[in-house]
């Protein structure tokens, strides 16, 4: 199988999934007006999805490395793809955090980043995995990108709800990729721990090593701070144009920008991995993150202040991936990279369900998002600082087996 397809199915894959997640946020005020639920409800069923997002990578992860990735995608595509046909008719928070939290989130996960960059692990050389994840982190990107003016001209055409129902039938475009993933890596180890006699670790082996790993818990502790900042943004951001007093246009095209410039982050971040240090590259990305903040903060609140902020945190956006991912395959191996980079994930999302519910609540309380971003600054410093005592090298050890 040639490497291109390979990185095409897998960006394909991720650039629908989170490009019309990452779009969701065009449609809160619409959902607002249409249900009368008020911002902060609506933020919660915002917020479920993150979490719950998150906690369907490991065990989706875990699946993935012992049946195949091919199944789970091809689950998880028609679960992000019938959650968001039907949310248009929800009328109540329930309603809205079973199609926004439970289908479209849970199915993202499924067919998310801890699948796909496993997957592309397993099907390309040891050599370029950096960059390809770099290439796979950059579709995802490209599908903000992409679906961000999208979602705003059918809106203008055929009004919000058939919007958000046509973004859910283009999801359907990536069930190909199924055939192009299909496979899974616990055969692979366990065929190579055969021939160097070592037996695979079981995966409860493999997690009770992670988490006993002082590096694994500092790497799942600043991407919490990750989830926190990139979730807040994917939310709030077209509500931050709003509260500037800018026109909503600008929070479309600031989410597009966001999308556009990490295509640009992830590729030049898959193109670091393996020349410099990758917690070192992870303490630069959250740095640049909270000094970008109070820069914002600082500024007149104009159209272009906001397209160039936008521009700067797309760069930062989820080139976090690359790094943090080559840390899980460096320290831990390939076997059960899925399952183990899924529960990085998971702490992700723990910080991305706050991000997206802080934001609603905080504005509804306060009627600004300035206490959100003095928040983001803080941690963003922490996750900085949590990055540099990583230890990157081979952890994980299997055990000799029974002879």
Request: net charge positive; glycine share 12%; aromatic share 10%.
């Given at each position: 199988m040639t490497l291109w397809l390979v990185l095409l199915a897998a960006a394909g894959?991720?650039?629908?999934t989170m490009g019309v997640r990452q779009t969701m946020g065009l449609f809160l005020s619409a959902l607002n007006t249409s249900t009368a639920l008020g911002i902060g409800s609506i933020s919660l069923a915002f917020a479920f999805g993150q979490l719950w997002w998150g906690l369907t990578q490991p065990?989706?992860?875990?699946?993935?490395?012992?049946?195949?990735?091919?199944?789970?995608?091809?689950?998880?595509?028609?679960?992000?793809?019938?959650?968001?046909?039907?949310?248009?008719?929800m009328t109540t928070t329930a309603g809205l955090i079973f199609a926004i939290g439970?289908?479209?989130?849970?199915?993202?996960?499924?067919?998310?980043?801890?699948?796909?960059?496993?997957?592309?692990?397993?099907?390309?050389?040891?050599?370029?995995?950096?960059?390809?994840s770099g290439i796979v982190n950059a579709g995802g990107s490209f599908g903000q990108f992409a679906m961000a003016p999208i979602a705003i001209g059918l809106t203008a055409s055929i009004g919000w709800a058939s919007a958000m129902q046509w973004l859910g039938v283009f999801l359907l475009l990536a069930l190909p990729a199924v055939w192009v993933l299909k496979g899974n890596l616990q055969a692979i180890a366990a065929q190579a721990a055969a021939a160097s006699g070592t037996k695979a670790l079981s995966a409860r082996e493999a997690i009770s090593q992670a988490l006993a790993t002082p590096s694994y818990r500092y790497l799942?502790?600043?991407?919490?701070?990750?989830?926190?900042?990139?979730?807040?943004?994917?939310?709030?951001?077209?509500?931050v144009v709003a509260a500037?007093?800018?026109?909503?246009?600008?929070?479309?095209?600031?989410?597009?920008?966001?999308?556009?410039?990490?295509?640009?982050?992830?590729?030049?971040?898959?193109?670091?991995?393996?020349?410099?240090?990758m917690k070192s590259l992870l303490a630069l990305l959250y740095a640049t993150r909270g000094l970008a903040v109070l820069a914002f903060l600082?500024?007149?609140?104009?159209?272009?202040?906001?397209?160039?902020?936008?521009?700067?945190?797309?760069?930062?956006?989820?080139?976090?991936?690359?790094?943090?991912?080559?840390?899980?395959?460096?320290?831990?191996?390939?076997?059960?990279?899925?399952?183990?980079?899924?529960?990085?994930?998971?702490?992700h999302q723990i910080g991305g369900f706050f991000g997206a519910f802080l934001g609603g609540?905080?504005?509804?309380?306060?009627?600004?998002?300035?206490?959100?971003?003095?928040?983001?600054?803080?941690?963003?410093?922490?996750?900085?600082?949590?990055?540099?005592?990583?230890?990157?090298?081979?952890?994980?050890?299997?055990p000799k087996a029974a002879t």
């Open positions: 894959t991720f650039a629908l065990f989706a992860g875990a699946v993935a490395d012992r049946i195949g990735t091919g199944r789970v995608i091809f689950v998880g595509v028609l679960l992000v793809a019938i959650g968001t046909i039907i949310t248009p008719l439970v289908l479209a989130a849970g199915g993202a996960g499924m067919a998310g980043p801890s699948v796909l960059m496993a997957a592309t692990t397993r099907l390309v050389p040891q050599e370029k995995r950096g960059l390809a799942s502790l600043g991407f919490l701070v990750c989830g926190f900042h990139v979730a807040f943004l994917a939310t709030h951001l077209p509500g500037c007093g800018l026109p909503p246009e600008i929070g479309g095209w600031a989410l597009a920008m966001i999308g556009l410039f990490n295509i640009v982050g992830s590729l030049a971040m898959g193109w670091a991995v393996g020349r410099w240090r600082l500024a007149p609140k104009t159209p272009a202040v906001m397209l160039v902020f936008a521009a700067v945190m797309g760069v930062t956006f989820l080139s976090t991936v690359p790094p943090t991912a080559g840390l899980v395959a460096k320290m831990f191996g390939t076997a059960n990279m899925a399952m183990l980079f899924g529960i990085v994930m998971l702490a609540y905080v504005f509804q309380a306060t009627g600004s998002y300035d206490w959100v971003w003095y928040i983001d600054i803080v941690l963003a410093a922490g996750a900085a600082l949590v990055n540099l005592p990583i230890r990157e090298t081979l952890l994980l050890r299997s």
